[in-house]
């Protein structure tokens, strides 16, 4: 008994009908007429409620739904969650779908309503962004379903809680993939670059053509043919790329529901893939205060799923970076030159100067690329009209920060390390078209 209680719910036409009788009873007071014709809808509401709650009840399992959720979640993009109902009554149903959806979507009246007509089956489906890393958890599934009077309405609560984990973003990294190894990359702004091989190994010689090193000239082949022929070789991989994470405050920033660390995390996840692809070795380091998770560079098959496991689970925290711990521990583990893609950000230039020493010591042995963001907000209210004085000083104060940063890019470029100064949302392109430079240009 205590269980159909809690399985039954009133319909809204319940209510309102009941709004309506509870009107003629006070009408009657002044129209006696009415006190009759009161007491006969009461009668007649009584009966339909009756029928209708029979014909909800009478069937013990007349909806069956099935939650499909995916292994796991994308961090920042948009994953499908699908729900398949499917109606065991021989009359159609409205049905209020309400899951419980996990606590950090903060939803907490998340539901809608779809209607079946007898014996169908439908699946439906809604989208969830989540904007962490880490353990989503799914309560009930909850279905209610309306008798065809509408009066009374069964609950039914299916499908146990499950738990999805929520990775760095696999579904941006597959989509710079596709994008950085076919012919459209232009159409989404990544740059189609020719590469040159850097290696001794001869490859073949080939008509010089606008943009080939001058100094691969092959003047006894050129003689031979009456034109210009340059001598090609093999393009040198399997080198040693890492993506280096500051895990310190700085990158606690926010910027459109995600940190800087996420931002950080999602393009070296799709740094990493490229790379990998390319066949180069990959490897991932993390830094604050002390150095943190370290996948040494490799390129066995299983690379990319142990950087996507350890970017899931690290994160920042408050203490002030150390980058002379991490110019040692480069100088110890890393002897052969590697490229070293290091996700900071400086906000004034005072801070990049006292790092600046030990950026310049680690560009003697490594390329260095340097990874700042720069806030697009903040551009845009500097170039707004000013209404009164404090917004002239506000704007003032905005376009020296814009100033600084890229003065600190400037600085950083004119002591020989490579800089990317972009706005969040379009970090992944940027590292991947600089990454592709560096490995047409053979600077490693």
């Given at each position: 008994?205590?269980?159909?209680?809690?399985?039954?719910?009133?319909?809204?036409?319940?209510?309102?009908?009941?709004?309506?009788?509870?009107?003629?009873?006070?009408?009657?007071?002044?129209?006696?007429?009415?006190?009759?014709?009161?007491?006969?809808?009461?009668?007649?509401?009584?009966v339909?409620?009756?029928?209708?709650?029979?014909?909800?009840?009478?069937?013990?399992?007349?909806?069956?739904?099935?939650?499909?959720?995916?292994?796991?979640?994308?961090n920042?993009?948009?994953?499908?969650?699908?729900?398949?109902?499917?109606?065991?009554?021989?009359?159609?149903?409205?049905?209020?779908?309400?899951?419980?959806?996990?606590?950090?979507?903060?939803?907490?009246?998340?539901?809608?309503?779809?209607?079946?007509?007898?014996?169908?089956?439908?699946?439906?489906?809604?989208?969830?962004?989540?904007?962490?890393?880490?353990?989503?958890?799914?309560?009930?599934?909850?279905?209610?379903?309306?008798?065809?009077?509408?009066?009374?309405?069964?609950?039914?609560?299916?499908?146990?809680?499950?738990?999805?984990?929520?990775?760095p973003?696999?579904?941006?990294?597959?989509?710079?993939?596709?994008?950085?190894?076919?012919?459209?990359?232009?159409?989404?702004?990544?740059?189609?670059?020719?590469?040159?091989?850097?290696?001794?190994?001869?490859?073949?010689?080939?008509p010089?053509?606008?943009?080939?090193?001058?100094?691969?000239?092959?003047?006894?082949?050129?003689?031979?043919?009456?034109?210009?022929?340059?001598?090609?070789?093999?393009?040198?991989?399997?080198?040693?790329?890492?993506?280096?994470?500051?895990?310190?405050?700085?990158?606690?920033?926010?910027?459109?529901?995600?940190?800087?660390?996420?931002?950080?995390?999602?393009?070296?996840?799709?740094?990493?893939?490229?790379a990998?692809?390319?066949?180069?070795?990959?490897?991932?380091?993390t830094?604050?205060?002390?150095?943190?998770?370290?996948?040494?560079?490799?390129?066995?098959?299983?690379?990319?799923?142990?950087?996507?496991?350890?970017?899931?689970?690290i994160?920042?925290?408050?203490?002030?970076?150390?980058?002379?711990?991490?110019?040692?521990?480069?100088?110890?583990?890393?002897?052969?030159?590697c490229?070293?893609?290091?996700?900071?950000?400086f906000?004034?230039?005072?801070?990049?100067?006292?790092?600046?020493?030990?950026?310049?010591?680690?560009?003697?042995?490594?390329?260095?690329?340097?990874?700042?963001?720069?806030?697009?907000?903040l551009?845009?209210?500097?170039?707004?009209?000013?209404?009164?004085?404090?917004?002239?000083?506000?704007?003032t104060?905005?376009?020296?920060?814009?100033?600084?940063?890229?003065?600190?890019?400037?600085?950083?470029?004119?002591?020989?390390?490579?800089?990317?100064?972009?706005?969040?949302?379009?970090?992944?392109?940027?590292?991947?078209?600089?990454?592709?430079?560096?490995?047409?240009?053979?600077?490693?």
């Amino acid at each position: 008994m205590l269980t159909l209680f809690k399985q039954l719910f009133l319909g809204k036409r319940l209510y309102v009908a009941l709004a309506i009788v509870a009107l003629v009873f006070f009408l009657s007071y002044w129209f006696w007429v009415l006190y009759p014709i009161a007491l006969f809808f009461v009668a007649m509401l009584l009966v339909l409620f009756v029928v209708d709650f029979l014909l909800i009840f009478g069937k013990k399992a007349g909806i069956t739904a099935n939650r499909k959720l995916p292994e796991k979640f994308s961090n920042s993009d948009e994953n499908k969650v699908e729900i398949t109902i499917a109606n065991g009554y021989g009359f159609s149903v409205r049905l209020l779908v309400v899951d419980e959806i996990p606590e950090q979507f903060q939803k907490r009246d998340f539901g809608y309503y779809i209607s079946l007509a007898s014996a169908e089956t439908r699946t439906s489906s809604y989208v969830l962004t989540p904007k962490q890393r880490g353990e989503y958890r799914f309560g009930s599934l909850h279905l209610v379903a309306y008798g065809p009077l509408g009066l009374a309405a069964k609950r039914y609560s299916l499908d146990d809680g499950k738990m999805v984990k929520v990775y760095p973003s696999f579904l941006q990294m597959r989509k710079y993939e596709f994008l950085a190894f076919n012919a459209l990359k232009r159409e989404h702004g990544l740059k189609k670059l020719r590469k040159f091989g850097q290696s001794r190994e001869f490859e073949q010689i080939k008509p010089y053509v606008t943009g080939d090193n001058l100094r691969s000239l092959n003047w006894k082949a050129a003689a031979k043919s009456g034109k210009l022929m340059t001598n090609h070789y093999q393009e040198e991989k399997s080198q040693p790329v890492y993506s280096i994470i500051d895990l310190g405050r700085v990158m606690k920033m926010p910027f459109e529901g995600l940190s800087l660390l996420d931002y950080a995390i999602n393009s070296s996840l799709v740094f990493t893939n490229i790379a990998l692809k390319n066949g180069d070795k990959a490897g991932l380091a993390t830094f604050s205060d002390q150095i943190g998770s370290i996948c040494e560079a490799n390129h066995r098959p299983t690379q990319l799923l142990t950087v996507m496991e350890l970017l899931y689970s690290i994160k920042t925290g408050f203490p002030e970076s150390d980058f002379g711990k991490l110019y040692r521990w480069a100088r110890k583990k890393l002897g052969q030159k590697c490229l070293l893609m290091i996700y900071t950000n400086f906000e004034h230039a005072g801070a990049m100067r006292r790092q600046l020493p030990f950026l310049k010591a680690l560009a003697k042995h490594h390329l260095v690329l340097v990874v700042i963001f720069e806030n697009h907000l903040l551009e845009e209210f500097s170039v707004q009209p000013a209404e009164s004085l404090s917004g002239i000083v506000e704007k003032t104060i905005a376009a020296k920060f814009v100033y600084d940063k890229r003065l600190i890019a400037k600085e950083l470029n004119r002591h020989g390390i490579q800089t990317i100064l972009c706005a969040p949302q379009d970090l992944s392109m940027q590292t991947v078209n600089k990454y592709m430079e560096i490995k047409a240009k053979g600077l490693i």
